[in-house]
């Protein structure tokens, strides 16, 4: 770590230059937040009151639909959940009646819990469950409010909670609403730039790639459901006390449409322009007074168009820096000496051993009784006619099949067959066929993926940008800095993975394995689509890389390059070992020749 | 009580599998599941309750009419919405594109049709209590459209491609199959199905607006529990769900039946997530 390590005071000097630009749109938001009672009447009090509740909720939210990608287009559902419980606990008609500071935490609890019920199916399914789950909430929602008449007041409705003073005047009222936004708009920040905030974007594009990195789906969405459903029900008390009276009515789809689209026009991924989106909305409609029944069918049309014509939303918009043109002539210069400095020195480490391996897709053997060895520090090509069976021998061991027979062995610990999310913390990492990066995230930031195990802060920690959590990115970033240098791709660290050359990525992909430190590395088909200038510098890369004591599983189809680098090769044929030793061995290896090399 | 559980619960279910049945049309060309699926339902009903009430047409005109509209709107969801997203399935934009047309569906019902529920004309008059038209109409509906597409399918040979296309997309254009011009038919098709459904539970839901999101929800439980574009599924699981709901609605009262069908939804997606009777996963890696 030593070489990668700089002047910290410098480092955060550098950071807060970088931050300023992004800093000032919030900071001109707040500042006329803060100008509005000067120049506003009552009416504009309570405009800017609901533009800060539903930012409250959308803050929230935006985590689960922007980050993590899941379509929750019921969350009214858990506005209208707040709301109730914060009413009918301050008013008393259960429990004893709360003071509305106390009832409000509670409620928040609530929401948090729920958030996760409606949020479950999401853990397992993608979109289309998701947003069915949330509008069938939605539905229940609406349905138990309306006929639990001894608790909500069915049709006729309950008084909203009324906040003490100061807050019980409408500027009071406002100045707490945009104090608690101003909160949630910083909590979400932290977490977005957070470790946990990639790992959505991760599990939102790049899952199977998030996986080999150890995250955690599950882990990760249920504390963005917490959260969320939070955010969401301290949302809602407000919204009760700003409504004064709530009904069933107060709290109908449209609201949740509005908090939906507010996100998409802002764009995935971004905290300012889904903040701009909810501002949005919630003035057009008062621009535009008779178009007031018509808004739902507005926001309809804005949806549909922007899905249709701007997919990125105003984020993609404002996003200038990105659509600077790139070098035409760049090219990949990794630095692979630099390697010592970043990647601890392995000396004997563990050895990856595989007995009797086996696999079936129906009657296809695809794998049929594999023995492997793989040595600390070996570089071991793995090579065959496709469909022998290599890509699905590397699925094996990072765990995204299950073999149906045979044992894997990493030092003396056995490797649980499936769970490919806990591969990173055993040490395996991996690359794979089609590189699998986020196209919205920075370079730098699909770098950073890889850190995601080496976190050390809590959830509730990077919440609140906590030293420790600020420690992690600063230590993860720098890492991921130093390995794009070695892989020769630190010019490029701040740009649009998705603007980048597929060779690019392919060196992206390796630095993000790096990330982890690992004692195993494996390679599928890493020269695939690159020219044969980068081809020697991936070997030069590779060999620098089991020299630090990294074993190197290389599925390839370049005979050339695997004869050059290889300590070791496997051929595979049908699924079975056709031949095993050094390089020169195989290359004259009569079945190999015939089957494979050709000659 | 029992009778009328059986008869309203299979009555409510026909209804939601035959809304199952038309996510799953849709479903089968494009890959797509469609919010508009719901919405069809709901026009059934109040484009039945406009023609044949309020404009006083003859029943068959005006469930021909109703049809033919729902067809229509079938044929511009696939216009709109679903066909400029095709190209990018794995994003899953037709989520978002097909939300967008099923609101506005629904905002212009609210605001040309009104808000409130109206009544939808008594069409044939047979049968009272638990044998009133209202129980037995939807089923029967239910019935006939399942072997109508039975016969489509194993019988025509439009029916055959339709089959294919939903089986292997590429190889049934590899085959030169017209796939677009199938993918129109069938979304057609989807919206006559769902026009039946809502023209025949008319009497039971009542042209109401607000059907159509409950329609997408109770509609979509039978398919995610019976797997995605397995009509069998749908149909089984329809009627089962009908049934339950309307067992819990009888048993425990209103709430608690809504309450009782999120919670079937949530675990039965929690424990088999391809459904009852649904195909495992495709290869990831």
Redesign the interface.
Known sequence: MTAVATDPPRDDIRAAQAAWPHLLPFAAVLAAALVLPWIGNDYWALIGTRMAIYWVLVSGLNLVVGFAGH?A?GYVALLALGAYTTSVLVAGNVLPALPVFVALPVAACVGALFGV?VG??A???????F???T???A??VT??AL??QSVTGGGIGISGPEFPAPFNTAWGFYALCIAIAAFTTWISANVGRSRFGRALIALRDAE?AAEATGISKPRALIAIFLLAGALAAVAGGLFASLQTYITPDAFT?DLS?LFFIAI?IGGRGSILGPMLGTIILTILPEFAAPLA??S??L???L??L???VM?GGIAALMDVRNRRPLASNRAILPRAAALAGIMRGRAGGRALRLRGIALSFGNVRAIDGLDLDVAPGQIHGLIGPNGSGK?TTL?VISG??AAKGGTMILGDEALAPGEPVRRAASGIART?QTPRVIGEASVLENVMIGGSIDGTASFVEALLALPRNRNDERRIAAKARALLAVVGLEALAEVRADRLQHSELRFIEIARALMLDPDFLLLDEPAAGLSNDEIARLAELIKAIGARGIGVLLVEHHADLIFEICDYVTVLNLGRTLAAGTPAEIRIHKEVVSAYLGG | MLASILASGLAAGAIYALVGVTYNTMFSTSRV?SFTAGQLAMLGGVFGSLFTLKLGMPLIAGFALTLMLCAIIGVITEY??VR??LKSLD???Y???T???A??I???TA?KWGTEPQPFPKLIGWGSGVWDEKFWLPVVACAVTILALEYLYRRTLVGRAFLAIAEDNFAARALGLPERNLRIISYALAGVIGGVAGFSGGELLLAFFANG??L??YG??PV?LGGLGNNRGAIIGGLALGLFQQAANFLV???FS??A??TL??VV??MA?QGLFGASTAR??
């Not at chain 1, 853990?123 to 469950?129: D, G, S």
């Open positions: 379509l287009i019920i479950l199916p853990l397992r399914l993608r979109t289309f469950y947003a069915m789950s509008l069938g909430f539905t229940i349905q138990i006929a639990w199977v789809f449409v998409l029944a018509w739902t069918f926001y309809a049309v949806l549909l922007i899905v249709l997919p890509t699925n995204y099949y794979f | 599941m709109v919405a400029p997203v994003q899953h934009l989520v978002l594109s939300l967008a047309v609101l506005m629904q905002q212009v605001i999101a409950l997408n929800f979509f439980v995610a009262g209103g709430i809504s309450v069908v999120f939804f949530i997606l929690l997530p990831r890696v």
